[in-house]
T-cell receptor, first 112, second 110 residues
Framework: KAGVTQTPRYLIKTRGQQVTLSCSPI?????VSWYQQTPGQGLQFLFE???????NKGNFPGRFSGRQFSNSRSEMNVSTLELGDSALYLC???????????FGPGTRLTVL | KNEVEQSPQNLTAQEGEFITINCSYS?????LHWLQQHPGGGIVSLFM???GKKKHGRLIATINIQEKHSSLHITASHPRDSAVYIC????????????FGTGTRLQVFP
C-alpha cells in the first residue's frame, strides 16, 4: 500500500504570491490533516478534512485554506505569502476520526 | 487546553545505551501518539497508545493514564535512531486535532 504523498517536495516563492500544496492520502483513508512546522512554533495544526468537509481548523489566518476532493486527495492554499509562512507543511491521513495518523514527507516552502 | 511537555529537550547517547524520553500532558486523553522525525523532515508515526505498553522492535512505549505520563524507550540504541521524537495528544475539544510536544532531539554516537 502506497504511503501518503505530498507534492511538490520543495517550493520557493516570493512575498505576495500564492501557493497550492497537494496531499494524496493512503488509499482508503478519508481523513486528511494539515500541519505547519517552523523552528519557532514547532508543529501546529492547520485543518482537517473528512469526506470533502473541513471539520476542524487551527488558529491560522484566512490566507490559509484547503479543500478535499471526492477521491480524498487534499490541497491547501496560502495566499499573499509572507516571509513567516516559510515552513515545512505536513499532511497526515487516517482511516477514521481520532485514529492513527500517517504522515507524508512534507513540502518545504521557502518564501523570499 | 491540553499542554504537552517533553523531557529532555536534547539527549546524546553512546551506541548501545538504553534511552528514555518522557512526555507529560495536562488533560485526560483518549490516546497518545509518538512520532519520529529524521533530519530532512519526514515524520513517521511510531505508536498510538491509550493504555499499557506497546513494543515494536527496539522501541517500547508506555502510558500511565492516571498520572498523565508516557515514556518512549529505545533499547540498544543505534546511530540510525538519531532523530527528533515528538509526542502528541488530541485536543480536548477535538480529537482530530493533535497538540504536539516540542520534541526531544536524540543523537546516538557510535
Amino acid at each position: 500500500k502506497a504511503g501518503v504523498t505530498q507534492t511538490p517536495r520543495y517550493l520557493i516563492k516570493t512575498r505576495g504570491q500564492q501557493v497550492t500544496l497537494s496531499c494524496s492520502p493512503i488509499s482508503g483513508h478519508r481523513s486528511v490533516s494539515w500541519y505547519q512546522q517552523t523552528p519557532g512554533q514547532g508543529l501546529q495544526f492547520l485543518f482537517e478534512y473528512f469526506s470533502e468537509t473541513q471539520r476542524n481548523k487551527g488558529n491560522f489566518p484566512g490566507r490559509f485554506s484547503g479543500r478535499q476532493f471526492s477521491n480524498s486527495r487534499s490541497e491547501m492554499n496560502v495566499s499573499t505569502l509572507e516571509l513567516g509562512d516559510s515552513a515545512l507543511y505536513l499532511c497526515a491521513s487516517s482511516s477514521l476520526s481520532g485514529g492513527d495518523q500517517f504522515f507524508g514527507p512534507g513540502t518545504r516552502l521557502t518564501v523570499l | 487546553k491540553n499542554e504537552v511537555e517533553q523531557s529532555p529537550q536534547n539527549l546524546t547517547a553512546q551506541e548501545g545505551e538504553f534511552i528514555t524520553i518522557n512526555c507529560s500532558y495536562s488533560v485526560g486523553i483518549s490516546a497518545l501518539h509518538w512520532l519520529q522525525q529524521h533530519p530532512g523532515g519526514g515524520i513517521v508515526s511510531l505508536f498510538m497508545l491509550s493504555s499499557g505498553k506497546k513494543k515494536h522492535g527496539r522501541l517500547i512505549a508506555t502510558i500511565n493514564i492516571q498520572e498523565k505520563h508516557s515514556s518512549l524507550h529505545i533499547t540498544a540504541s543505534h546511530p540510525r535512531d538519531s532523530a527528533v521524537y515528538i509526542c502528541a495528544v488530541p485536543s480536548v475539544y477535538n480529537t482530530d486535532k493533535l497538540i504536539f510536544g516540542t520534541g526531544t532531539r536524540l543523537q546516538v554516537f557510535p
